[in-house]
Structures are given as structure tokens and as C-alpha cells.
């Protein structure tokens, strides 16, 4: 196994760190980073940036005209080494003349896993893998689901009173949460590809499920599931201009039973589009649903210090009888985001 000096945990940092600086850019693709060092100087540093064009290798080389003679490259992923839409990161690092490359992880894309280092072996590169391997697969843990699924990497987000109640017997909601809160449900929508709801909310709240930032210009793909095909008014806010819409209804997806739609099929089918990560924001016969389904990857609850009595609308609705039948989760984070309690969990395996 490899070792790795204090140093090079710090290059392998600061790589983990720009890569994160191309998720509204990079899309379909994975984040990733590049810093190259040679007598332990940084020389050169870049990231993905945008989808289609330059890898994160390729934007550090450039600073130094491609000329990596004796150098170390310290890349978050595995360079690419087939021909996509930018040549392969892999032959022009070889190109440069690295002497070493240091890797996080390995990319999870089969055009791509193993073979990148192997091409760097072959060349006489000396390649070192998994310094910081934890926090590389975190920081594209949508990318890899897909690759490794076809599905995307699902996030629920919930805002509840302490009693957990997500909307009054009437149906109004506004406002659970704090201020506080709801400007950070922007920068938690902000961090996906595609929003997704179900028809029942549409047509009760209107939502426009945009993100409202003036400091982040991205505009995630607004998915409905409408298992009813009751989703046919263009002048719903889901259909402004402020970004695009997909309704998944019968005629577009795979049915379970009548008005009930395969939602693994409907997840399927944004990985096919290129889509990673999806922000799920629904009422609780929806959410239900995904969770009966397993589909749901994490749960980002947002808990108000209210409570709001026992005809209020519980956040999922999941008809369990007994005891054994609870769904445990684990938690992984709590912070308050001003008197709200911000909860990041998953269901146990």
C-alpha cells in the first residue's frame, strides 16, 4: 500500500478542493482537480470546468505549456483515456514528460477504470492511488452511482415541525422552516442537476422549484412525477422559462399499476439524460413511495422548534403496522442553520 507524506496529503487537498469549484459547470461529468508540483513548488493548478470542454489535466498543463518534465501531477480522478469530446488526459501527460501521478480514486466510468493508470505504467510513469480516496468518492458520489447503477444519486430534503409534520390537514406549509433555512434549501438546490416533485404538489402549491440565488446562475431540469396525467396547464409556474421541464406521466414511463409509475424507470431515465444528482421535494405519498421503492440515496431534514398537532400531514406516507417494521436511519450530520436543526441521514443497509 501506498504511503504518503503530510505534503502530498495537502496537494491531493487543495486538487479536492478546485475540483469542487466545477459542480454548477462540469453536468454529466465528474468533478476533478489537478495541481502539479515539481521541487516541491506548485507549478500549476486547474479543475473541470465546464461540461465539454477541457479536463481539470489539461487546464494545469497549459499553465506551463505542457512541459511536465520531472514533475508530480496530483489529479482527484483518474485521467481519462479515451477520445470524448476533449482528447485523453492520460497521452498528454505522458506527453508532458510527469514523472509521477498521484491518484484519489479511480474513475468508475469502464471506459475509463484501471486502464488510465495502466497507460501511465506502461509509459514509465511511477503512479500512486487512493491518498484522500474517501473524500474523492464523496465529492462525486452521483457521478460513480450512475456509472455504477444507471440511476442517480437521490437526496430527499424535508422541512418538518418537531413532531414531524410537513403541511396542515388543509395542505398549507408556508412557513415550517426560518429564513435561514430556506436560503440554504437554494444552495442545496443549486448542488443538483434536476429537481423532482410529483403532480399532487404542483397543482396544490405551484411551485416554481427554481433556485433563487443572485451569487449562483444555474437552472437544474424540473422533473413531476404525474402518475395521473393531470399535469396539462402551461401556465403553472413548472413551466416558466427560468428552466427546463420534464413530466413523466404513463405515456413516458414504464407503469406499475394503474396511475402508479415505475420510478425506478423514471430515475433511469435522467441517468440516461446525464443527470447525477436529483433533489427530491414532494409531498409525503411521493416520498413514501421512494422510500418503499429504496431509491432514496440521503435524507436532508430541516426540523422547526413548532409542533403542529396530530391532524397535520405526516412527511412520508409509509402504512407501518409494528414495531419491526420501523425504517432506522443513520445520521451522519447535525447543525442548526439559525433555530432550525439541519439533519443529514440515510437508511441503514
Given at each position: 500500500?501506498?504511503?504518503?507524506s503530510?505534503?502530498?496529503?495537502?496537494?491531493?487537498?487543495?486538487a479536492?478542493?478546485?475540483?469542487?469549484?466545477?459542480?454548477y459547470g462540469?453536468?454529466?461529468n465528474?468533478?476533478v482537480?489537478?495541481?502539479?508540483v515539481?521541487d516541491?513548488?506548485?507549478?500549476?493548478?486547474?479543475?473541470h470546468?465546464?461540461?465539454?470542454?477541457?479536463?481539470?489535466?489539461?487546464n494545469?498543463?497549459?499553465?506551463?505549456?505542457?512541459?511536465?518534465?520531472?514533475?508530480?501531477?496530483?489529479?482527484?480522478?483518474?485521467p481519462?483515456?479515451?477520445?470524448?469530446?476533449t482528447?485523453?488526459?492520460?497521452?498528454a501527460?505522458i506527453?508532458a514528460g510527469?514523472?509521477?501521478v498521484?491518484i484519489?480514486?479511480?474513475d468508475?466510468?469502464?471506459?475509463v477504470?484501471?486502464?488510465?493508470?495502466a497507460m501511465l505504467k506502461?509509459?514509465?510513469?511511477?503512479?500512486?492511488?487512493g491518498?484522500?480516496?474517501s473524500?474523492?468518492?464523496?465529492l462525486n458520489?452521483?457521478?460513480?452511482k450512475?456509472?455504477q447503477t444507471?440511476?442517480?444519486?437521490?437526496?430527499?430534503?424535508?422541512a418538518m415541525s418537531?413532531?414531524?409534520?410537513?403541511?396542515?390537514?388543509?395542505?398549507?406549509s408556508k412557513?415550517i422552516?426560518?429564513?435561514?433555512a430556506?436560503?440554504d434549501?437554494?444552495?442545496?438546490r443549486?448542488?443538483?442537476q434536476a429537481?423532482?416533485?410529483?403532480?399532487?404538489?404542483?397543482?396544490?402549491?405551484?411551485?416554481?422549484?427554481?433556485?433563487?440565488l443572485?451569487?449562483i446562475?444555474?437552472?437544474?431540469?424540473?422533473?413531476?412525477?404525474?402518475?395521473?396525467?393531470q399535469?396539462?396547464?402551461?401556465?403553472?409556474?413548472?413551466f416558466?422559462?427560468?428552466?427546463?421541464t420534464?413530466?413523466?406521466?404513463?405515456?413516458?414511463?414504464?407503469i406499475?399499476?394503474p396511475?402508479?409509475l415505475?420510478?425506478n424507470?423514471?430515475?433511469?431515465?435522467?441517468?440516461?439524460q446525464g443527470?447525477?444528482?436529483?433533489?427530491l421535494?414532494?409531498?409525503?405519498?411521493?416520498i413514501?413511495?421512494?422510500i418503499?421503492?429504496?431509491?432514496?440515496?440521503e435524507f436532508i431534514?430541516?426540523?422547526?422548534?413548532?409542533?403542529?398537532?396530530s391532524d397535520?400531514?405526516s412527511?412520508a406516507?409509509?402504512?407501518?403496522?409494528n414495531?419491526a417494521?420501523?425504517?432506522?436511519l443513520?445520521?451522519s450530520?447535525?447543525?442548526m442553520v439559525?433555530?432550525d436543526?439541519?439533519?443529514?441521514a440515510?437508511i441503514?443497509?
Amino acid at each position: 500500500m501506498a504511503t504518503f507524506s503530510i505534503k502530498d496529503t495537502q496537494n491531493m487537498a487543495l486538487a479536492l478542493k478546485l475540483a469542487s469549484k466545477g459542480r454548477y459547470g462540469v453536468k454529466a461529468n465528474p468533478m476533478v482537480g489537478c495541481v502539479i508540483v515539481k521541487d516541491d513548488k506548485i507549478i500549476a493548478k486547474g479543475y473541470h470546468e465546464t461540461f465539454g470542454e477541457a479536463h481539470a489535466e489539461i487546464n494545469a498543463l497549459k499553465q506551463i505549456n505542457h512541459q511536465a518534465d520531472g514533475a508530480t501531477l496530483y489529479v482527484s480522478l483518474e485521467p481519462c483515456v479515451h477520445q470524448g469530446k476533449t482528447p485523453p488526459c492520460a497521452q498528454a501527460i505522458i506527453d508532458a514528460g510527469a514523472k509521477k501521478v498521484i491518484i484519489a480514486t479511480l474513475d468508475s466510468n469502464p471506459l475509463v477504470s484501471g486502464k488510465g493508470v495502466a497507460m501511465l505504467k506502461a509509459a514509465g510513469i511511477e503512479v500512486s492511488l487512493g491518498l484522500l480516496e474517501s473524500e474523492a468518492l464523496t465529492l462525486n458520489r452521483g457521478f460513480i452511482k450512475r456509472m455504477q447503477t444507471g440511476l442517480p444519486f437521490v437526496t430527499c430534503k424535508i422541512a418538518m415541525s418537531l413532531d414531524g409534520k410537513t403541511s396542515m390537514a388543509d395542505g398549507e406549509s408556508k412557513w415550517i422552516t426560518n429564513e435561514n433555512a430556506r436560503e440554504d434549501v437554494q444552495h442545496l438546490r443549486a448542488n443538483h442537476q434536476a429537481i423532482m416533485t410529483g403532480s399532487g404538489t404542483v397543482l396544490a402549491d405551484n411551485p416554481s422549484m427554481t433556485v433563487r440565488l443572485d451569487t449562483i446562475n444555474v437552472s437544474p431540469l424540473r422533473v413531476v412525477i404525474d402518475g395521473k396525467n393531470q399535469i396539462t396547464d402551461r401556465s403553472l409556474n413548472i413551466f416558466s422559462d427560468d428552466a427546463s421541464t420534464l413530466i413523466l406521466n404513463t405515456s413516458t414511463t414504464k407503469i406499475l399499476d394503474p396511475n402508479k409509475l415505475d420510478l425506478n424507470d423514471a430515475l433511469k431515465q435522467l441517468g440516461d439524460q446525464g443527470i447525477n444528482t436529483v433533489l427530491l421535494e414532494a409531498g409525503p405519498g411521493l416520498i413514501g413511495a421512494m422510500i418503499e421503492a429504496n431509491l432514496i440515496d440521503e435524507f436532508i431534514i430541516y426540523a422547526a422548534p413548532i409542533l403542529m398537532g396530530s391532524d397535520a400531514n405526516s412527511m412520508a406516507t409509509l402504512p407501518l403496522s409494528n414495531m419491526a417494521d420501523k425504517i432506522k436511519l443513520s445520521i451522519s450530520d447535525i447543525r442548526m442553520v439559525g433555530d432550525d436543526i439541519k439533519i443529514t441521514a440515510k437508511i441503514n443497509d
